[in-house]
């Protein structure tokens, strides 16, 4: 079971990106996990961005608040089942992209060693 996150890219301050994960084959597995994007630029930790749960709740690093909406698709047949619309994109903005799941909880938890499922990362480069 794997997640392959894509959508990242170089774009200018102000712009919008929208990043995919994708469960090949595996969509189920995730039905019920919370889901979330985590970040990370070069010399700094993984950050917690944003998540959400199977029933939609949402919440999000205050870095990102009202820049940044996550959702997900719950379809069987769904090809991605987790987005991050990312709008009014500043340079700080750039770090390497994971989107992740937390199989075994029900509830946003906000610790990368909570979530079991990783995608691979996608570059997110924003120039000022």
């Known amino acids: 079971v794997q997640l392959q996150a894509s959508g990242g890219g170089l774009v200018q301050a102000g712009g919008s990106l929208r990043l995919s994960c994708a469960a090949p084959g595996s969509g189920r597995t995730f039905r019920s996990s919370v889901m979330g994007w985590f970040r990370q630029a070069p010399g700094k930790e993984r950050e917690w961005v944003a998540a959400?749960?199977?029933?939609?709740?949402?919440?999000?690093?205050r870095s990102v608040q009202d820049r940044f909406t996550i959702s997900r698709d719950a379809r069987d047949n769904a090809e991605n089942i987790l987005y991050l619309e990312m709008t009014s994109l500043k340079p700080e903005d750039t770090a390497v992209y994971y989107c992740a799941a937390a199989t075994e909880y029900r509830r946003i938890v906000y610790s990368h060693r909570l979530y079991n499922y990783w995608g691979q990362g996608t570059q997110v480069t924003v120039s000022s």
């Open positions: 959400i749960t199977s029933g939609g709740t949402t919440d999000y690093s």
